[in-house]
């Protein structure tokens, strides 16, 4: 026995001498060039596999991947993920693919992955590649993205591709960076994504608020955050300014009757906590004063999908941004789920204000980015 303990204690000792030989004296090659050693090659990439096999969220916490999801999640590709993995029907450059570990294309990258791990990936990232997480630490949002590449690894053509992700045509008018925002808000503010806000109702102080607070990090969305530091700083102010003016969609949201009235009594008072102001003392509607500013954003004929997703973003302490959010967070703490689909349904249902100063003009501030 302590012949066999000698041995290994021996064994130790020299593993961890070549280990420090290796670590001191620069012994293993660090060269792209030359690549990983076969073995390591090898260890790397099964750890990947087993890792994201294993801490994958459960087939059961899959949400319905729709096409509006995936097609929120395909222009975010084509913006931030392209340039690494291709898209169908091209390649990555010279330079992506003399990376080490080179990144896949695309559909070999998603070929032997089901939904929960792609999210996975996508969200957390992979260390020791240019993976990077996702850039804001909410959880949603990676399933567009999931939704996505599935539709990739069914066969989608580079022709459905375009289509998703092809730029609307930019009006001469329009400020830098107005083709980014416009693929996915729409040129004239209303997307036909439900997932996505109506740009259209929101007066120019707001929208510049909202990107400050994505540019600098109060504000999380992995889309934003992108679209936030991507366009010249000195472009936002003029774009929310420009998506400000575009004229208002005088019609609300098609809802039902009985949950908006359910939503009704909850916003005009009834709310949770006695020491939180209505819903409609800083939301709107400008129905009895169209020239009254709004303290927060104006929800009046918003998508109530995208509504939804905010509020639970509040109640679940994973929304920030704006002079109230203290507030908010607060007004929507203990809201249930029922509660958040009739707000919701109340206010996309209202009809929008279109005339007023208040949406048209009000002081807007120099963003900066980090």
Not at 52 to 70: G, N, W, Y
Not at 160 to 178: H, I, K, S
Not at 269 to 277: F, I, K, R, Y
Request: glycine share 8%.
């Amino acid at each position: 026995m302590n012949r066999v303990l000698a041995t290994l204690a021996v064994l130790a000792a020299l593993g961890t001498a070549a280990a420090a030989a290796t670590i001191g004296f620069g012994l293993y090659n660090v060269s792209a060039r030359q690549g990983h050693l076969a073995p390591v090659a090898w260890a790397l990439h099964t750890t990947f596999r087993h890792s994201a096999k294993l801490r994958a969220p459960p087939q059961s916490a899959v949400p319905p991947l729709t096409d509006d999801m995936a097609a929120l999640g395909a222009r975010h590709y084509d913006r931030a993920c392209r340039t690494c993995h291709g898209t169908p029907g091209t390649a990555a450059s010279a330079t992506i693919r003399a990376m080490v570990p080179p990144p896949p294309p695309i559909l070999q990258a998603v070929a032997d992955h089901p939904p929960n791990q792609l999210y996975w990936i996508v969200h957390e990232g992979i260390k020791m590649t240019a993976m990077p997480p996702w850039p804001a630490p909410r959880k949603d949002e990676a399933w567009s993205i999931a939704a996505f590449l599935t539709r990739l690894r069914d066969g989608m053509t580079p022709q459905e591709y375009t289509a998703l992700t092809a730029p609307p045509e930019t009006p001469p008018d329009a400020p830098r960076g107005f083709a980014y925002c416009a693929g996915c808000h729409g040129a004239n503010g209303r997307s036909e994504n439900p997932l996505i806000p109506r740009l259209d109702l929101q007066d120019a102080a707001y929208l510049t608020r909202s990107l400050q607070a994505y540019a600098d990090g109060q504000r999380q969305s992995g889309f934003m955050a992108e679209a936030a530091t991507s366009i010249p700083a000195t472009s936002l102010a003029d774009l929310a300014a420009y998506f400000a003016s575009l004229p208002t969609a005088d019609t609300g949201q098609s809802v039902d009757p009985g949950l908006a009235a359910k939503g009704a009594a909850l916003a005009q008072g009834q709310t949770a906590s006695p020491d939180v102001p209505a819903c409609v003392a800083c939301h709107g509607p400008r129905q009895t004063d169209a020239n009254r500013r709004l303290i927060g954003p104006d929800l009046a004929g918003q998508y109530p999908a995208y509504l939804e997703a905010q509020l639970r973003l509040w109640r679940d302490g994973n929304r920030g941004g704006g002079p109230k959010s203290n507030l908010m967070a607060k007004a929507a703490r203990s809201l249930t789920d029922d509660q958040i689909e009739a707000l919701a349904a109340w206010f996309a249902g209202l009809q929008p204000s279109t005339t007023g100063p208040a949406k048209r003009t009000g002081p807007t501030a120099t963003i900066t980015t980090p």
